[in-house]
């Protein structure tokens, strides 16, 4: 079986200012796996518009989300961090994958039918076929190792499945062309951050979501100390007090949430968190976790307010980046080429027509 380096990949969108929910479910794993992997950091702007952005708001956002990348701890000098349509890679590939995923498989994407709702004949074809899309993120680089949150696990298998059917599709070509037995690695998704699930402030059977129309919902990055109190002081709770034991969160999803986000902030676990607080109102436990909160997120809010300030900054990472990646990604492509049998006239040298 065909060997592949081990090299990380993950994405964001800058659909809106990042919160709880991408920090603990994403991107303390990503921070975590700069000291271990060569690892690629994306602002994926061009999964975004698969729901309309304002052109001026999104390009403050792709900045934004770069600025707190940064803030919270990726070093540029260490990881790749670009966005994703300024590698042509991603788009080139995704049209091949559009080409070798089935529509049977995309019909079964959760994300679609719940982004879409009823409304299902109104919603971009982007959007139906954004899993191809994450599938050529990930695939462009090679990439065997995607931190993400558990809502994008039905996506990463997704494009399992689609390099594993590239790989049997143009197995010959792919032996021919001298890679073996497989041209792309099937990318292990790594489920793992301290929580993976963080849920809607309002609903506990909700996730957490930057396209949630209720800005109670989540705490955002750049929330100041008396918006996260407000918000969680405003947090749907039930009126019992918090139990002793994690058995006794079952059924109480958003109590479940609170003990988990405060697990998470801590570097605790949920029992140790109940051992604290067993027997406390929420109108005890809300105000520790709002300090915990501020404690932890206050100082990426400021770095990002520093660096907002110098938008030169964040374009050079960005393009730096963008160069980076191409340089792993071109030739990938072209190879891609190669195997599905597009004739590659230019860089092969032959006289064009
Ligand atoms: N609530 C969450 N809990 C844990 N992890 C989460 N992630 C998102 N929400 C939670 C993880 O964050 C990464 C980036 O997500 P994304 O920006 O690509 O889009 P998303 O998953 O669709 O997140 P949102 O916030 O819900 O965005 P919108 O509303 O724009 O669609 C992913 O690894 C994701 O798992």
């Not at 994450?134 to 390099?163: C, F, N, S, W």
């Not at 070509?173 to 301290?194: K, N, Q, S, V």
């Not at 809010?301 to 963008?322: H, K, N, Q, S, T």
Request: aromatic share 8%.
């Amino acid at each position: 079986m065909t060997q592949f380096p081990e090299r990380v990949f993950s994405g964001m969108q800058p659909t809106h200012t990042l919160h709880l929910g991408n920090y603990l479910g994403a991107m303390v794993n990503w921070i975590a796996m700069q000291e271990t992997h060569s690892c690629i950091y994306c602002v994926v702007d061009l999964h975004a518009i698969t729901v309309f952005q304002d052109p001026g708001e999104l390009v403050g956002n792709i900045r934004q989300v770069t600025a707190a990348y940064l803030a919270c701890g990726l070093d540029p000098k260490r990881s790749i961090i670009f966005n994703q349509s300024q590698v042509h890679a991603h788009a080139e590939l995704a049209w091949v994958f559009n080409c070798v995923a089935r529509l049977g498989w995309l019909n079964r994407m959760t994300q679609f039918k719940e982004k879409a709702g009823k409304d299902r004949e109104n919603a971009s074809v982007g959007l139906y076929a954004y899993p191809n899309l994450m599938a050529a993120d990930i695939l462009a680089y090679r990439a065997t190792h995607v931190p993400v949150g558990e809502d994008q696990k039905q996506h990463l298998e997704l494009a399992r499945d689609i390099a594993q059917k590239f790989n049997n599709d143009f197995a010959a070509a792919i032996a021919a062309h001298g890679h073996g037995d497989a041209f792309f690695p099937l990318p292990e998704p790594m489920i793992t951050g301290p929580a993976t699930r963080v849920m809607s402030l309002r609903d506990g059977s909700k996730k957490m979501s930057k396209s949630d129309a209720s800005d109670l919902s989540r705490i955002n990055l750049t929330d100041d100390a008396e918006a996260i109190a407000q918000k969680f002081r405003k947090a749907r709770t039930d009126p019992e007090p918090l139990p002793s034991e994690t058995a006794g969160l079952a059924g109480r999803p958003e109590a479940d949430n609170l003990v988990g986000i405060y697990a998470a902030l801590a570097g605790m676990t949920k029992e140790s968190v109940l051992r604290e607080f067993s027997g406390a109102q929420f109108s005890t436990f809300k105000p520790a976790l709002s300090d915990l909160a501020v404690e932890r997120l206050g100082p990426i809010a400021a770095e990002m307010r520093r660096m907002m300030d110098d938008p030169g900054y964040i374009d050079g990472v960005l393009a730096d980046g963008a160069e980076r990646a191409s340089a792993i990604a071109v030739p990938i492509m072209d190879e891609v080429k190669d195997v599905v049998g597009l004739l590659r006239t230019v860089r092969a040298g032959l006289p064009a027509g």
